[in-house]
């Protein structure tokens, strides 16, 4: 597929960027996106260097130079948007979206979540997994609505919680699943093969995917 023909990305992150990495690495594989840009509200999120060194614009607007969320949201829209993405891609932005923010980006926007959603939204999902004595856990790739990690899911992917575990651990094998998923996900999206339907639910091929 020609570079023209890719799917524009822009990857927002807080952190090391590791989902970013994993999309980096499929791109370069052959998967038909192109990031064009990542975006960070942390100068110091190692993810930005990830994306310098393959040579992706890196940019940084700080939450804290902004007096509220909404001014915030709409400037980082207007960053966004100047890179005309057909789909932005939450890599670990740490930050709850404003509804408008959102639904601008309606249809066209996804995040990965470490949970088997709808279970354990929000943070710290690997302890209360523990906590809760689940037997599997895992990670969510989401559609992104205005209700915090409750959009439509795509895809999910399970791992088993081992006796010996404690956060790390658990959270170091769901991490290798949201790499192998997101990319997936993605890719997707980017052949025309997903969409999110008027009945606000993942259609695929076609069809409407089944609730996980």
Do not use: C
Not at 30 to 48: E, K, T
Not at 55 to 80: C, F, V
Not at 127 to 152: C, I, K, M, N, Y
């Amino acid at each position: 597929m020609s570079e023209d023909n890719r799917l524009s990305v822009v990857a927002l992150i807080s952190g090391g960027g590791s989902n970013l990495q994993a999309l980096i690495d499929a791109q370069a594989a052959g998967l038909p996106i192109r990031i064009v840009a990542v975006i960070s509200n942390r100068a110091d999120a190692p993810g930005l260097d990830r994306a310098r060194h393959h040579g992706i614009p890196a940019e940084i607007l700080s939450h804290r130079d902004y007096p509220d969320r909404e001014t915030y949201d709409a400037d980082l829209q207007r960053l966004i948007d100047r890179h005309d993405p057909g789909l932005v891609v939450l890599a670990g932005f740490m930050r709850i979206l404003t509804p408008e923010f959102v639904n601008h980006y309606r249809g066209r926007m996804f995040n990965i979540h470490p949970s088997l959603l709808p279970k354990f939204r929000g943070l710290h999902t690997h302890q209360r997994a523990l906590d809760a004595d689940e037997t599997e856990h895992g990670a969510s790739v989401h559609f992104v609505t205005a209700e915090l990690d409750g959009g439509p899911i795509i895809l999910q992917a399970r791992v088993p919680v081992l006796p010996e575990d404690d956060a790390a651990t658990l959270a170091a094998r769901v991490l290798e699943q949201e790499h192998r998923i997101y990319p997936a996900a993605v890719g997707w999206f980017a052949e025309g093969r997903l969409k999110l339907g008027e009945d606000g639910r993942p259609w695929l091929d076609g069809e409407p995917m089944p609730e996980p």
